[in-house]
Every structure is written in structure tokens, then in C-alpha cells.
């Protein structure tokens, strides 16, 4: 494989699409792994990796750390509330101690962009992103791509849809930058007001028209509305919103009869996604979940053990 093997997982900007498909070709086999009755191999056995949660989560935080056990790798699990950041302590201090206990990677959240870029610079270890700020997601991003390329064998040519709290959504910007290296057309709909322009791009569109956007769809995505980082302004109402923007079945009436459904969650539901489409059989929400152990499995094997 051409080029040097990147060290972290900050984004997507060193990593080519050459690599991120090997990536995901790995991630085949830990699915095989986890298919098995003893859901279990030695691959990390005596590596130390630490989850440095400064934000909370459920889905991301638990599949890597079972990620990291399903390969015998130890597992440090830090919140920020339970530490002596609620006494002040910096991040820096913080990641400097935990780097004194000889940990051997980082998977880190946190609400400041650029978080992970500081961890990787005070700890010298593999750093993965698992969001920071409203800046990337790459794993999320990277397990959506595996759950449409497992659905449709490919990623070249689709087209995917990505509907809703575009501004605010780490997970939006990670598949705008991943999505097109990996021959995917990706087009980004919502209200004006949650719609930046800095994301039209090469591969990337952008709508406010819904029905436009799911035209000719493979794959759809809904986006949580995150009102905890709005101003006031951004939308009328959550009724208003709901009206143009929720998928929902009438709304889907406009995608191919083959479009699938995603959603990075946590979901409001009936706001962004109505529950008869997060339940209904085009829902692949619960197939992201399985899957992000898969692709975290393979994130950390690739850092950690990878020769390539």
C-alpha cells in the first residue's frame, strides 16, 4: 500500500481512499469474529487503550471498549465527571498523567473541535476521534459506509442523502469528506439556517428541498436536531421542522423502493425520524450499531497492529 500508514484517526485528510477500503475490507473479518461463539481474539493482547470520554455517550463509548476487548486489548475508561477536570485540571495534564500509565492509544470525545488534534500532540500515541466539537466523527462515518457498502456490495456511484441539523453535525461533515473518496455522491438537506455553505465541495451538494434530495437516494440519513447547541432562531418550530424535514413515509414516497434508512442516533423520534420508519423494514439503524463494533474493531487493529 502506497504512502506512509497514517498513526492517528483525527479525520480523513491522510488517509487515502486506497487505505480507508482496506479499512473496511478488515472490518469483514471482525464481523466474522463477532459472529462466532467465543467473540474473541488475541490481536491487541497486552496493549492498553484508554477511552478518554470528556462528553458523554452510549453507542460510540461502549462499542469501543467492547471493540477493544473482543481483541484482548486492556481497557482504561476515563470520564471527565468522575476525574479531576471537574477540579480544573486541564486537558493536557490530564492526557500527560494518563500517557504515564504506559497506555498505548487513545479513543477520545470531546465538546471543543480540535480536541483529539491536542491529545495526539501532548500523549505521542495513536489518537482516534470519536467527535469532537461539531468538527468530525470519522468512525461513525466509517461505519455508515460500511453498513451501505454492505447493503449494496459498493460505494461507488450511490448517491446518499443526508437530512436535517446539518450545521451542527459532526457526523454530517465526517461522511461529506469521506463518502466522495470512496466514489460516493453525497447531498447535504435542511433549513437555510442549518445549511453552511463551507460544505459544498467536490462530490457534495447541498438543497433545502427534501424531495429533491432523496431523488434518486441509495441511502438515507436522518439527523438529530441539536437544540442543546442552538441559538434561538435556527428554526420556527419543532412542528415546522417536522413538516418538511422528518423521513417519514410520505417523505421516502420519493426515494427508489431500494433506499435504505440511517440515522447516527441518538433519535428524537417523530421530530427528525417518525417511528414507523426507524422501526420499518428500510431501517438499517439497529445494522449501524452492530456494525460500529466491526469497523472500531478494525479502526484500532489498523493502528495498533497493522504492518501496511
Known sequence: MTGPKPKHLLDFQDWSPERLSALLDN???????????????????????????????????????LAARRMSADVVSFAAGASSVSKGESIRDTIEVLTAYKVDAFVVRHAAAGAAHLVARYSGKPVINAGDGRRAHPTQALLDAYTIRREFGSLEG????????????????????????????????????????????????????????????????????????????????????????????????????????????????????SSQVADGPRSRILAQVENGQAVRMSTLYHLLVGRQ
Request: hydrophobic share 45%; glycine share 6%.
Open 158 to 273: 450511490k448517491k446518499v442523502a443526508i437530512i436535517g441539523d446539518v450545521r451542527h453535525s459532526r457526523v454530517a461533515r465526517s461522511n461529506a469528506e469521506l463518502l466522495p473518496k470512496l466514489g460516493a455522491e453525497v447531498v447535504l438537506c435542511g433549513p437555510a439556517t442549518l445549511l453552511p455553505r463551507d460544505l459544498a465541495a467536490a462530490g457534495v451538494t447541498l438543497t433545502t428541498d427534501p424531495k429533491e434530495a432523496l431523488r434518486n437516494a441509495d441511502a438515507v440519513m436522518a439527523l438529530r436536531l441539536q437544540q442543546e447547541r442552538m441559538d434561538a432562531g435556527y428554526i420556527g418550530s419543532l412542528q415546522d421542522y417536522a413538516r418538511q424535514y422528518q423521513v417519514n413515509d410520505d417523505l421516502l414516497a420519493f426515494a427508489p423502493e431500494h433506499a435504505i434508512v440511517l440515522h447516527p442516533g441518538p433519535m428524537n423520534r417523530d421530530v427528525e425520524i
Open 27 to 65: 472490518a469483514d473479518t471482525m464481523s466474522q469474529v463477532l459472529d462466532r461463539p467465543v467473540k474473541k481474539v488475541p490481536a491487541l493482547q497486552g496493549l492498553t487503550v484508554c477511552t478518554a470520554f470528556f462528553e458523554n455517550s452510549t453507542r460510540t463509548r461502549v462499542s469501543f471498549e
